[in-house]
């Protein structure tokens, strides 16, 4: 717990004082020249008008002046070079103050001609900039010449106006002044530092929550009393459709024209008036950065103060519900995954029952339905699997594969399990540079491609097309394209959808799989359309990002 009391020493950093000694030590010696300068100038003008005085040296007096002005701007002119021995260059300058104007006080004619003033102010300046122990020794040496003079002046038959004891008031007043001055000092310093600590603090905390702030995806404005906006983050900028967006939370920019403010500053005002307190809701219709309206939600949250500033959130609902549809269709994965779980079992049992019933029909019809049967459970089995696959999807594994092998294996692998016709796939290998992907994801994924291509593609030789090129801006991209009519435009935006099939058999998962392992390689898929007069009329595009 804190006492109020001062530290015991100058709180200096190891070695060497702050810079702000430094440049205390230099006024110091700049006004060392100034003090020598008026006291050489005083020579002159001794014997003139309203200045005369009398010196009891004079020339002892001139010769000090103009040695201790010499030395003055010496020191002054030396300081840079002496920048690493600040204590040593403090102790040098306070015992020159001393020892010159101890000899120029001897001159003027001693205790009484003022000098002894110069002699305790130059004790106080060099008090300021050393440490307690230094103080009190240049306090110490003070008290010593001044007890010298003293001396001197009694030993010549001068003490008959109190000379000896006005020397030892004048050593009280150096030990009091050094160590008052010095006391004074170190507070100073010490209060100097925490101010500086807690400036630092308060730099690195404002710099983390702009930080904070400019990273969210909600918008974020700070808002005074008057509705004037303090501050504001990106997300917010592009909600109120300001231009000239900058990360800077200290930029709000004019929102004179903005397509929102006007509303948003008329909730707030309303939200002010109504009292309505901490977590206040309202919202709003604003037009959309793309075009359209964009409904955006509010929350006021007030202070402690209420006159004081406000945080206002900005939230697209737009956005809202998609985070919700995400985490809806994560719950529903789940839970899709284990009902696809418990289905095997049943579908199993099925599949076996009808296959020893299809060995004992004879009708015609009773064979047809059996084999419908058949046909449904196996689809059933398909879409099964396909579930289970996107919910067990394991971490991929950074392989580096060599394309033209990969497909040598994997064609025979896919015709044997198809029956497809070897002459209708084409392969074309246009770069001899290895793709980044898990072996077991590609493959999944080019079967999948590869029946797809198949079902739409005409019979003809090299109907569908497997190439792998490497692009002109050196991007690398593995194509599977196949001269069918293409899919319709109306359906691309929802090819990667899952269960959306164009057709009655299809489980409306495959492409959706490919795109779950394509993004778990740190690869995109997509669909491209070809020139009408192309003999390949689409292409599904495997982009990997890791060359």
């Known amino acids: 717990m804190s006492t109020g009391r001062a530290p015991a020493s100058t709180p200096e950093p190891a070695g060497q004082p702050p810079e702000s000694y430094r440049v205390a030590l230099r006024w110091l010696a700049t006004s060392r020249v100034a003090v020598a300068l008026l006291l050489l100038a005083f020579v002159p003008l001794q014997d003139v008008g309203r200045f005369a005085a009398r010196l009891a040296q004079p020339e002892l007096f001139e010769r000090a002046a103009v040695v201790y002005l010499l030395v003055s701007i010496l020191y002054l002119s030396t300081l840079h070079r002496f920048h690493d021995r ?73 003490d008959e106006d109190g000379v000896t004891a006005m020397a030892g008031l004048v050593g009280i007043a150096c030990f009091a002044t050094a160590m008052t001055v010095n006391w004074l000092a170190i507070r100073l310093h010490a209060q100097e530092q925490i101010a500086r600590r807690r400036g630092d603090d308060l730099r690195r905390q404002l710099a983390v929550t702009s930080r904070v702030v400019a990273e ?89 103060e209420s006159d004081s500033d406000a945080v206002v959130i900005l939230e697209d609902e737009r956005l809202i519900e998609e985070r919700a549809q995400q985490l809806k269709l994560a719950s529903m994965g789940r839970l899709s995954a284990s009902i696809a779980h418990e289905i095997r079992n049943p579908l199993a049992a099925i599949r076996h029952a009808n296959s020893l019933l299809a060995e004992r029909l004879e009708e015609p019809a009773l064979v047809r339905l059996a084999r419908i049967v058949e046909d449904n459970t196996l689809r059933i089995d398909r879409i099964v699997g396909d579930v289970l696959s996107i919910a067990r999807r394991e971490r991929a594994a950074d392989e580096t594969i060599d394309l033209s092998t990969f497909l040598k294996g994997l064609l025979p692998e896919f015709v044997a399990a198809s029956g497809a016709d070897p002459r209708r796939i084409a392969v074309r290998i246009d770069s001899d540079r290895p793709i980044r992907f ?110």
């Open 438 to 547: 898990d072996s077991n994801h590609l493959r999944q994924v080019l079967l999948n491609l590869l029946g797809n291509a198949l079902r739409y593609a005409s019979s003809a030789e090299s109907a569908v097309l497997v190439q792998w090129r490497e692009r002109e801006n050196h991007r690398l991209e593995l194509r599977v394209a196949d001269d069918g009519p293409g899919l319709p435009t109306e359906m691309l935006a929802h090819a990667f959808e899952p269960f959306f099939t164009t057709e009655s058999r299809g489980t409306g998962l495959g492409l959706y799989l490919a795109r779950e392992l394509c993004s778990a390689n740190a690869a995109t898929i997509r669909y491209e359309t070809g020139a009408p007069a192309a003999r390949y009329r689409g292409a599904f595009v495997i982009e990997p990002q890791r060359n």
């Open 216 to 304: 969210l995806q909600q918008g974020v404005l700070v808002v005074g009393a008057d509705g004037e906006v303090r501050t504001m983050n990106p997300a917010a900028r592009t909600l109120l459709g300001v231009a000239g967006q900058t990360p800077s939370l200290a930029d709000a920019g004019s929102l004179a024209g903005a397509a929102g403010w006007s509303a948003l500053r008329g909730a707030y005002a309303g939200w002010r008036d109504a009292a309505a307190g901490d977590h206040a809701e309202a919202e709003l219709d604003l037009a959309a950065p793309g075009g359209g309206s964009a409904r955006i939600r509010l929350r006021f949250l007030a202070t402690d």
């Open 86 to 158: 600040f204590h040593a260059m403090l102790v040098v300058h306070a015992l020159t103050d001393l020892v010159a104007l101890s000899t120029l006080m001897h001159a003027a004619g001693g205790l009484r001609s003022g000098v002894v003033v110069l002699l305790i102010a130059a004790l106080a300046g060099a008090a300021v900039v050393s440490t307690r122990r230094m103080a009190a020794s240049l306090a110490a040496v003070a008290t010593l010449l001044v007890l010298a003079e003293a001396g001197w002046t009694a030993l010549r038959g001068g």
